[in-house]
Structure formats: C-alpha cells, structure tokens
C-alpha cells in the first residue's frame, strides 16, 4: 500500500523538491499535501506545477491540521525547512509519524531560533570542526524527538555561513528521502540503517550516516 504524506514548508522548498524526486511514480510512498505556514512560500510552486493540493495552515489551529490531515488519509507527516512548532493535539495524534529534518548534528545548534542560516553561523562562530544533517521523529519541542538518522558534513577553512549551508543543504536533499523511502518500507518511520531499503540510498549517504538512537519513540532532550 502507497504511504500517505503530506509535507509541511515555509519558504523556498528544496528539500520538498527532492522528495518530489525520489517519490517518482510506483515508489511506496507519494506526496499527496503540500502544507505551509506562509501563503508566499516560494516552495509553493513545486506542489502546484504537480497539481499537488497546497493548503496554507494556522499554525496554532490544531482542528484544522487535524482535520486535514485526516480527510487526506496522511500516513506520514514530514517538515521540510517547516519553521513553527506542530499544535501539540496534532503531535499525539500522529506519535511516531511526524519526521524533520535539521541542519546540523542534533541535539548540537537545535531548538527555538536555531533555523537557517543562523544554524551554519553559529557552528562556524562555535570552532566545530563537523556539523551535518539529523533526521528526527517530531514531539512538543524544537528539534527534541529522537533521532532517525544523521550524517556528518566537515567544516572546512575559509567557510563561510553560505558555503557551508550550500553543502549541509545537499545532504539533506539524500538523507531525507532516504529517509522516507526507509519509512514507506517499514510502514512507519525507522531509524536508517535497520531498514530493508538502506541500500536504496543514494551512494555516499548510507556508508556516512550514522545512528544515535535504536528506540525512536523515546525522545532526546535538546535546548530549550
Ligand atoms: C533546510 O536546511 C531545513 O533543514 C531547514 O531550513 C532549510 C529549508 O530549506 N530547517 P528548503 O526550504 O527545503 O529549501
């Protein structure tokens, strides 16, 4: 059976687009709603050139995600660059089925505040020699829920908060539907690496990615 998603967006949608990629027709899992928090989303225009229904949601109003998302049968919820908090009644009712993708290695340079470039910026002001990519299981709190998958991207001499952005941004765009495609398989999501589909990923992405956490509905703690 096809998995439901829906996708939430904010802005400019690349990491939808990639999904949109390797969720090509006959694949397991298919994007069905496109939701964002911001009728100007640039990332709007990728829903809209596949005739993918694209809904702009009250962040606050937890009804209508629920009702949304119920009437469309989601199966998998996934924030793609989605920039505010999931209503809480939305997160239990869709425990272990809500995936993020962050810009860098959780539970480092996560939570309130820490999105875009802000991310990049304060890793190179920090002197880390390493940020990445962390695919997590969403709860009630910025960038907490237990961690899917992760991969390391090096920082290197002379980067700059764009540059390293850039490079972060195309790992997510392998890791991510790595990870969905994981999920489809498995019927939920899985922590990558135990999934049937791992050799499905991208070349370069399954050898690098790393897993913190074999039981994903156990929750991390992050900052505040
Ligand atoms: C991504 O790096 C995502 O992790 C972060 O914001 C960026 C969104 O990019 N939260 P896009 O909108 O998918 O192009």
Redesign the pocket.
Known sequence: MTMRIAVA????????ESLLRALQPGAPAAIVLVVTDRAEAA?LAHARSRNIPAMVLDPADAAAWLELLGENQIDLLVL????RLVPAPVVAAYRGRIIN???SLLPAFGGRGM??ERVHQAVLESGARETG?TIHLVDEVYDRGAVLAQQRVPVLRGDTAERL?AR??EV?HRLLPAAVLAAAAAGRPVVLGESPVTSHQSPGTSHQSRTRDKTPNSGSPGKP
């Open positions: 967006i904010s802005g400019r949608g690349s990491n939808l990332g793609a660059g989605y920039l993708t962050h810009p999105y875009g990519v952005a972060v941004l997510e």
